[in-house]
């Protein structure tokens, strides 16, 4: 659907497998990556682009998909802690904008702003509630006596992730005579993200709802964009809704609280952007993953503002993951099955994608689409993270085909899959690779 406030439109056609950017009036100066789908090969391919579009006379439609402005500042730069970064999702009646910085939770009207109605319900879980639910109720309360706040604690983990656990969230809303008028506040990570915002999105049919993530993984990529859901035994987020909150509040000083494996995991999604659609970002990435595993605030900073531009972009332009922002993920689906296949909680999220993009990387490079230099590279930045670059060892060949067969980016019975092809910050999103290449990554990486 084209966006009255983003001049990029995005068309499907249903008769091939052609996926059309269309620039009207487009200027000189864009910055662009190109997106073409091969006739036959539903492979959708993302690479650099020339920074200019040829005239709207010469073309009716180019295969493009735009990029930000300029990809980036090199230096991490010290800034006011006060002044929030803002970065804009634009959707048209959707946007919403994703407020990053240190502090932030002491700024009432930034969360003030975007509360409807008079009663809100904060969803959070028994970690990080002891520690941040009284403050978030401050700002939603301060100076503004007229509002009144419920919450209520779930369990910790991606065990809880489910059904159950999720009808907690529905019994206190109508316990509480919730009206569509309130609206849901999402206090946590991931998981208390994809749940509050299923819940938002189902309840009454549809209530606002506010993220405030808390851990990393959450701040760069599962607060933004508007996936919500749950899963199934049988699968990782087969069951939810496309469902965009009213905006996005990072307080980077939560992260102070944030355990180490935990941080580890959510760099993981860093590394991620860098490779499919950022080598700048990438190589950034490699010159301060200590300052990163150090926290130092600046670092952080800037790779949470980075990270949320990147999914800005990719959301604004397939908000329904119908072809470019399937390749935000890499990775996911080896990850997702090593998630499976553990049982959910074992492996945090990040882990388990580390180790998928490592088996993302190793297959591209058996088709022969990257060259070894940007393997090494993989495995060296995903070291230096702490984090995993293998499945653990009970995984087995069988375990994870049966658990890809399920996965969301099956169609008509194909796996489709995301792999680097080209120079870094390139990939693709296809079902047209040589099965041989899967077998022998999947082989590689399992003892049976």
């Known amino acids: ?183 849901f506040v ?7 993200g994809d749940m509050c915002g299923y819940a938002a999105a189902s309840f009454l049919r549809g209530v606002n709802f506010i993220q405030i993530p808390t851990t990393v993984m959450a701040q760069v990529d599962s607060s933004v964009g508007g996936k919500t859901g749950i899963n199934h035994r049988l699968g990782k987020n087969l069951i939810g809704a496309f469902y965009q909150p009213q905006c996005v509040l990072i307080d980077t000083d939560t992260l102070n609280t944030l355990p180490d494996r935990e941080l580890a995991s959510g760099l993981a999604e860093v590394v991620k952007y860098g490779l499919i659609r950022d080598a700048e970002f990438f190589e950034w990435q490699e010159k301060n993953m200590q300052a990163l595993m150090s926290r130092d605030p600046s670092a952080l900073a800037y790779a949470i503002k980075r990270s949320c531009e990147n999914k800005a972009e990719v959301v604004s332009l397939d908000e329904k993951e119908g072809g470019i922002r399937a390749t935000l993920n890499l990775g996911h689906t080896f990850g997702h099955a090593i998630e499976n296949g553990l049982g959910y909680g074992l492996w945090l999220h990040g882990e388990a994608v580390a180790a998928g993009m490592v088996m993302a990387v190793d297959m591209s490079r058996r088709l022969g689409w990257i060259d070894d230099s940007i393997v090494k590279r993989v495995h060296n930045i995903l070291t230096e993270a702490k984090l995993p670059t293998a499945p653990a060892q009970t995984m087995t060949v069988e375990m994870f085909k049966s658990v890809m067969a399920v996965d969301k980016k099956v169609a008509d019975g194909l796996l489709r899959l995301i792999l680097l092809k080209g120079p870094l910050g390139n990939c693709v999103f296809t079902g047209d690779y040589d099965r041989k290449a899967l077998d022998e990554t999947l082989r590689a990486f399992c003892k049976s």
């Not at 659907?1 to 996926?19: E, G, Q, R, V, Y």
């Not at 206090?187 to 208390?192: C, D, K, R, W």
Request: proline share 5%; with cysteine.
């Open 186 to 192: 999402a206090l946590g990570g991931g998981v208390i």
């Open 1 to 183: 659907m084209a966006s009255t406030t983003n001049p990029f439109s995005l068309s499907l056609s249903k008769n091939s497998a052609d996926i059309f950017f269309r620039v009207p009036n487009p200027p000189s100066s864009v910055s662009l990556r190109s997106a073409f789908v091969s006739s036959g090969s539903n492979e959708l391919s993302l690479s650099r682009g020339e920074k200019s579009v040829a005239s709207a006379s010469r073309v009716r439609s180019v295969r493009i998909c735009a990029s930000s402005a300029q990809v980036m500042d090199q230096s991490v730069s010290k800034t006011d802690s006060r002044a929030p970064v803002i970065v804009d999702v634009n959707l048209g009646d959707r946007s919403y904008p994703i407020y990053i910085g240190a502090g932030l939770l002491d700024q009432p009207h930034l969360l003030q702003r975007h509360v409807h109605g008079k009663r809100v319900l904060v969803v959070t879980n028994n970690t990080v509630g002891p520690i941040y639910l009284d403050k978030v109720t401050e700002a939603l309360t301060k100076g503004n006596p007229n509002v009144s706040v419920e919450s209520v604690i779930l369990p910790d983990g991606e065990k809880y992730k489910d059904m159950d656990t999720l009808m907690k969230i529905f019994d206190k809303a109508i316990e509480s005579r919730l009206d569509r008028r309130c609206t």
